[in-house]
């Protein structure tokens, strides 16, 4: 665009725009915020009447998220040699001391290997699916398509029971592969119709010149379209793992032990009495994280995600 | 009593003997709490000794039944021993989820009778009233009243609350002296903040409301049915006592506690009594060794009161949970043993120095325990008092009701007491009817 | 295949003659990268579907696994469809649905307008502003019970510093007039980034050229707006409408968290007390009908909504 052009709009115009979008997002980011700053507080400052907005900040949230503390009589306390570390020092305060790691970073793995490994095989399987939707006369298709589109539309603890009892006759229950599969296959109605969208816009004539060339179609497949695909392949990544990063009813009622994933244990993390706010606020802090960088790193490629393939034209 | 401990802890040597050379690797099931944490410093002693491994399911109170009873209907293997809510054992009993117990009580010399009552029959039988055991009183609970110590003793407040009422600021003797003080604190201005009367139950998504209005309902003439027959209801759930007992905890509600305390349960009220917002706290025993420990509200801040009598009787809701071992396991062998160490007084002794409420004679009778604690006395007058729900096996859906209905009224303010109680014993007479009671 | 097939197939289009010697043939391709998706939607969603609708026919309870289980045909749907409770939870549903779709599409159409005029450092914005909608539901409502609190949490106090009330006068769960509210404001706080992104996505399909051309036809900006922009978004709209849509009518975990259901029923949406039947109280076959009548309810609207939005594509 060559200097004046009349679809940009004026500086004034520009300003304004810019001034109340950032109002939004201060207000919108006031929430997280506070979120965050409570991570940072005492049990005591997180919950003060009326609230604090300046406060002295600690780790204990952080400490406490990481650990499991047990408390000891006065007596036992007095005879302990001095706390080593300044996380021992901080327990020490409360009467108690630390019993040993916490499950949180176990639950944080599990998360990292569920949610990823399933964003991964949905994101494959709606790769391959979308191509052969886009490309080939499957019989029925639109049939399909709309089938796979239904699969989102079922209230998971609907479907909770069955698959819950299907899941304990298979030996799933309570495993990473029962969990990625189930994930992979409540994204991929998401995937497919993402990517299928994506791969209609690459121009036949690619593939058809690389067929020319002497490329199979697997090769074509490889060579040609998926790096034509990949903004779509990435945006899609970023959905499927927002999706299965934070997913609660199924990991709640499905898993415990071994795969239990980090959002069902986070309201789990208690303190002397009630709730420890500031552990649950830095294990939220922490939780985000990762999506959080995926997400800037892929960033580029949000927008045009976002849209679907259905309306793209 | 002392020769029995004895005898079970040569039982114990023997069977530690035998089965020294099979470790396993038990799981024990309970709610994410405070004790929970007491319970795996606790069980050390048990690993040393016993070479088995300990392992833990804490789940959250909001989705600890869900959760548990999910497992145990689908005959999971998760758990070896679960610590089990009061209400369960009837569903554990005869859905056969749990073991009876009675012959390995017999065979180590464990009886029932060194157990507080209360305990024996809310924790362990079932059907009540009977000695068929499922489980070993683990842990004690019961609702009671914490208070501010240092707001009452208040010379300027005692005065005028002497003039206003022609009696001390005191622990109250009756529910209607308790909604006295709490009208009293409400809206009061205390070290230059509005403080409020009392934080009580009102949760709505699981038990919390249920498990706050029985203490006012109990007292005021609620029954759960006849003395001759459980499940006839009409006129004992319905009464006119107790229809004053709920208009009572809605006053109460509307009167007394601070705004926004529509959707409050345990982690709720402590987190409004330690923040400095209330007077009265209503809760389970379980969160008086760590009111103690709080540096706002501890060390001689607060007092304990079991909760007050009403003009037809003298009640407690008991919380509490008994240990069971799960049928569905593997270990049965080992989680067995795992009771048996439980149950030894010296192991019990220190499960209260922890700050698990031990429901064995020995400990809450010895002559110490009472001056043990600032709160160790309510305990015991608490415990004394008690009365639980339901522990049918429909429990759940009978909750469920008692949740609508009750919430309805004290807090959405829908309808009249009457409606509520009424639908209440239509909706519980369905639940029996389905279950072939009535 | 025969000879002269292969040849005749080879004349009328050569290169996929070409292809098929040296690959799989195109069905086959096809065949092996659809079955694997369909597979698994079929074992982890028809397949229990099936299940869920089987058992609603009957009176089974899943924890009660010893107990006889018979068939009792159409009773569990007709005592769903004649309960009174059942259908304020619908409506409650319907609430919850159209405030926080119209909230949703009025704010996140105006954002993306806005971010639109490319501001200075507006990418940066744009991402800050999506957020929200990472974070996990259920962490989410159990953190907005927090700021709701009238004592304690932020928002009452923010309300009260805009307003000049007092911050304890209200409650937002607290009350049967507000709490509907309440969980309409958090569910928009969360999802308006993703219609907002949607939105920008159709703004940035329509090209410079058709805005030039208006501009030639000296159309007003208002008139350039809705005959233009509105038509070209549209789409787009819809589209954001259906996934907020489907999602909202399966809400579940951050009301949950939040509310609890209450006050009273207030708040009590069809997932929730879908939960309690089927988890809480145990009667899996009646649970069982019921999410049959939702599937059924969201699958009939969805499918009327996309024939709706295929002929505003068309247009």
Avoid at chain 2, 175 to 194: A, H, N
Avoid at chain 2, 236 to 245: D, I, K, Q, R
Avoid at chain 3, 33 to 41: N, Q
């Amino acid at each position: 665009m060559s200097g004046y052009s009349i679809t940009e709009p004026s500086r004034g115009q520009k300003r304004l725009a810019g001034a109340l979008v950032i109002l939004y997002a201060v207000i919108t980011l006031l929430p997280l915020l506070w979120i965050v700053a409570t991570g940072f507080k005492s049990p005591s400052d997180a919950i003060s009447y009326p609230p604090k907005l300046v406060f002295e900040p600690t780790m204990e949230g952080y400490v406490n998220l990481f650990t499991t503390r047990t408390r000891v009589t006065p007596e036992t306390l007095a005879e302990l040699p001095p706390p080593d570390t300044w996380y021992d020092a901080i327990v020490r305060k409360y009467d108690m001391v630390i019993a040993g790691p916490s499950r949180y970073g176990e639950r944080f793995l599990n998360s990292v290997i569920i949610g990823f490994g399933s964003t991964f095989l949905s994101v494959f399987l709606g790769t391959i699916a979308a191509y052969a939707f886009s490309r080939f006369k499957v019989p029925l298709k639109d049939d399909l398509l709309f089938f796979i589109l239904s699969t989102r539309m079922m209230p998971p603890i609907a479907v909770a029971i069955p698959i819950f009892l299907m899941y304990r006759e298979l030996g799933l229950n309570d495993t990473h592969l029962g969990m990625i599969f189930l994930y992979t296959a409540v994204n991929l109605s998401l995937s497919v119709w993402l990517l299928k969208g994506f791969i209609d816009e690459i121009p036949i004539e690619y593939e058809e010149a690389a067929l020319i060339d002497g490329y199979t179609r697997f090769q074509a497949f490889r060579k040609v379209v998926l790096p034509q695909a990949a903004t779509g392949i990435a945006s899609t990544a970023i959905f499927c793992l927002i999706f299965a990063w934070n997913e609660y009813a199924f990991a709640v009622l499905l898993t415990s032990g071994t795969a239990q994933t980090a959002p069902p244990f986070i309201p789990t993390i208690i303190g002397i009495g009630g709730q420890d706010w500031p552990a649950v606020a830095a294990g939220a802090t922490l939780f985000l994280a990762p999506v959080l960088v995926f997400t800037i790193l892929l960033r580029k490629h949000l927008l045009r995600g976002i849209t679907f393939g259905a309306v793209r034209k | 009593m002392k020769a029995a401990i004895g005898l079970s802890a040569i039982a114990l040597a023997s069977a530690l003997g035998a089965k020294g050379a099979a470790a396993a690797d038990l799981t024990l099931c309970w709610a994410a709490w405070d004790p929970a944490n007491a319970l795996v410093e606790l069980s050390k002693d048990f690993e040393t000794k016993s070479g088995h491994t300990m392992s833990f399911e804490f789940v959250p109170w909001p989705n600890f039944a869900d959760r548990m009873l999910n497992e145990l209907n689908s005959g999971g293997q998760l758990c070896d021993l679960m610590i089990g809510d009061s209400q369960w054992v009837g569903l554990g009993a005869e859905a056969g989820h749990y073991i009876k117990l009675n012959d390995f009580f017999e065979a180590n010399g464990i009886s029932m009778e060194d157990f507080i009552p209360a305990t024996v029959t809310g924790y362990s039988e079932w059907p009540k009233g009977t000695p068929n055991y499922w489980a070993l009183p683990a842990f004690g609970d019961v609702v009671g009243w914490t208070y501010r110590k240092d707001w009452f003793e208040k010379p300027e407040l005692q005065a005028e609350f002497q003039e206003k009422y022609g009696r001390p600021l005191a622990p109250p003797a009756t529910l209607e002296e308790l909604k006295d003080i709490g009208t009293f604190f409400q809206g009061r201005e205390i070290d230059g903040k509005t403080v409020y009367g009392a934080a009580i139950y009102t949760e709505r998504g699981s038990e919390g409301i249920t498990m706050g209005v029985t203490n006012a309902l109990y007292n005021y003439g609620f029954q759960y049915g006849s003395p001759e027959n459980p499940y006839d209801l009409e006129g004992y759930v319905n009464s006119p006592g107790a229809v004053e007992g709920l208009e009572y905890y809605k006053a109460l509600y509307d009167c007394c506690t601070p705004p926004g305390s529509s959707d409050w349960y345990m982690s709720e009220d402590i987190d409004a009594y330690k923040s400095g917002q209330v007077a009265l706290q209503m809760n389970f025993a379980f969160i008086w060794p760590g009111v103690e420990a709080d540096p706002n509200v501890g060390g001689g801040k607060s007092g304990y009161f079991a909760n007050p009598a009403g003009p037809a009787g003298h009640f407690a809701q008991l919380g509490g949970q008994g240990i069971s071992v799960v049928s569905y396991s593997e270990n049965q062998e080992a989680a067995l043993e795992y009771i048996q160490w439980f149950a030894q007084e010296e192991i019990q002794k220190k499960w209260w120095s922890l700050g698990g409420y031990s429901a064995l004679k020995a400990v809450v009778e010895d002559p110490g325990f009472a001056t043990s604690q600032p709160y160790a006395q309510t305990f015991l007058d608490s415990m004394a008092i008690v009365k639980d729900f339901w522990a049918e096996p429909s429990y759940a859906s009978l909750l469920l009701s008692m949740q609508d209905k009750v919430h309805k009224y004290v807090v959405a303010g829908q309808g009249t007491a009457q409606e509520a109680l009424d639908g209440l014993v239509e909706d519980w007479t369905e639940v029996f009817e389905d279950d072939g009671k009535l | 295949m025969s000879e002269t097939a292969m040849a005749r197939a080879a004349r009328a289009t050569p290169p996929s003659a070409a292809r098929r010697i040296r690959g799989l043939s195109d069905r086959a391709i096809a065949w092996i990268f659809v079955a694997p998706t369909i597979f698994l939607l079929l074992a982890v969603n028809i397949f229990p579907l099936i299940w869920t609708v089987r058992l609603s026919f009957t009176n089974f309870r899943a924890n009660r696994p010893n107990a006889e289980v018979s068939w009792i045909g159409l009773r569990n749907y007709t005592r769903i469809l004649t309960d009174d409770d059942i259908w304020l939870t619908m409506q409650a549903t319907a609430h919850f649905l159209f405030w926080t779709i119209a909230l949703q599409v009025l704010i996140g159409f105006a954002l993306a307008w806005l971010i639109n005029r490319k501001f200075r450092h507006s990418d940066m914005w744009t991402t800050i502003i999506v957020l929200p909608m990472m974070l996990s539901p259920a962490v989410v409502g159990n953190f907005w019970t927090f700021l709701y609190q009238p004592q304690i949490g932020l928002f009452n106090y923010a309300i009260a510093f805009l307003t000049g009330a007092d911050p304890t006068s209200f409650s937002m769960i607290g009350e049967v007039a507000l709490a509907p509210w309440a969980i309409v404001i958090v569910d928009t706080w969360m999802w308006t980034p993703f219609v907002m992104l949607i939105c920008l996505a159709g703004l940035r399909s329509i090209p410079d050229t058709i805005y030039e051309a208006a501009e030639c036809d000296r159309a007003s900006k208002w008139r350039q707006f809705w005959t233009l922009t509105v038509p070209m978004v549209l789409p787009f709209l819809m589209l954001a409408v259906l996934f907020r849509g489907i999602e909202n009518f399966k809400m579940f975990d951050l009301v949950v968290q939040l509310t609890g259901g209450g006050p009273g029923n207030t708040t009590t949406l069809t997932s929730i007390d879908l939960k309690r039947e089927a988890f809480e109280k145990w009667r899996t076959g009646y649970a069982s009908a019921y999410a049959v009548i939702l599937f059924v309810t969201v699958f009939g609207l969805a499918s009327i909504y996309v024939k709706a939005l295929n002929k505003v594509k068309e247009r």
